[in-house]
């Protein structure tokens, strides 16, 4: 009962889904201080956003002076451009504009590193593209930043989230829920930060294709029990959860690394980016619970081939991001 209601609640809203699972991931402005009163800046955009992007401008104001022409191209992933600027007595106070930001559906994250090690770190989105330096940034604005980041990035990653979708199909009961859902935020906690340490390095293009495949095989085996035939997957969803979380947490260290760490908080920016992923992760759990609840209190009729169709839904877009994903390796 409860995998059919919850495939009746989001059937409609999957037929809607746009069929690109990558979102458009925030550009990076990062001024570093070389000398007193002389700082690099560092403007990132990555490459698959580039397009969507190509009105973004960091601008300064007037108190600030240009030192050098601006160099750009692609290097790897993205789009860099470097500069030098100067400011007589630093940079507080200095107000900081993206251009055309309002006009675009992203965020930039500004990081500013000093001489001493100290960094302040700043979200620029399109309700306040503008940010006037601080002096200086405590723990609490990186702990904020990035917990944010992580709320952020686990709501708006289609993929990450059809997974825990799938796997809310196949549990049907809440002690094996608990389990499943545990499991899975154990093991893409423990890559996220072996990753995001360059403990370990796996390329992103494979990852981004194995998660897509992660939710073909869970779509196919949900089907495989509904004919009748449950396999080790419905048994033991647990097992599955940490297997294929330990891929969606390289996938988390993919973003986190195009951001960056603070230096002198990484600790703290990685902990709370992943309690950002987890907090999203239940607040998503918790909605399709929730009208699940709502759903039996009206006592609403739920169609027999809902669960089905929704998983043969699932699966056509996991196929496709797998294939698109895997072409890309040669693109």
Not at 22 to 28: T, V
Not at 71 to 90: C, D, E, F
Request: aromatic share 8%; glycine share 8%; proline share 6%.
């Amino acid at each position: 009962m409860m995998r059919s209601v919850i495939g009746w609640l989001l059937l409609v809203s999957l037929w809607s889904m746009p069929l690109q699972a990558d979102e458009i991931r925030p550009a990076f402005l990062q001024i570093t201080e070389r000398q007193p009163e002389l700082y690099q800046v560092l403007w990132k955009v990555p490459a698959s956003s580039q397009r969507q992007m190509a009105g973004l401008t960091p601008v300064f104001d007037s108190s600030v002076a240009v030192a050098d022409k601006p160099l750009g191209g692609l290097v790897g992933n993205a789009y860099l451009q470097s500069w030098m600027i100067q400011r007589p007595g630093g940079l507080a106070g200095v107000v900081i504009t993206v251009a055309g930001l309002p006009e675009v559906a992203t965020e930039v994250l500004l990081r500013i590193e000093y001489l001493d090690g100290t960094s302040l770190i700043h979200r620029l989105v399109p309700e306040a593209p503008s940010y006037t330096v601080e002096a200086r940034a405590g723990l609490g604005q990186v702990v904020m930043t990035y917990f944010v980041l992580g709320v952020e990035h686990i709501l708006i990653g289609v993929d990450h989230l059809l997974f825990v979708l799938v796997l809310l199909l196949l549990v049907n009961s809440t002690r094996k829920l608990v389990w499943t859902i545990t499991a899975f935020t154990i093991a893409h906690s423990i890559t996220l930060s072996l990753a995001s340490l360059n403990l370990m390095h796996v390329p992103v293009p494979p990852v981004e294709a194995c998660i897509a495949l992660s939710i073909l095989f869970v779509a196919t085996e949900i089907l495989r029990s509904h004919r009748g035939h449950p396999g080790l997957t419905e048994r033991r969803p647990w097992l599955v959860a940490f297997s294929f979380g330990l891929l969606h947490g390289l996938g988390f260290a993919a973003a986190l690394g195009e951001i960056g760490l603070p230096q002198t908080d990484i600790p703290a920016a990685l902990l709370f980016f992943n309690v950002g992923v987890e907090i999203g992760q239940l607040l998503f759990v918790g909605v399709v619970l929730s009208c699940l609840q709502l759903v039996r209190r009206l006592r609403l009729p739920v169609p027999v081939l809902i669960k089905p169709a929704t998983v043969y839904v699932i699966g056509i877009l996991a196929a496709f991001w797998t294939v698109e994903r895997t072409a890309a390796f040669w693109g």
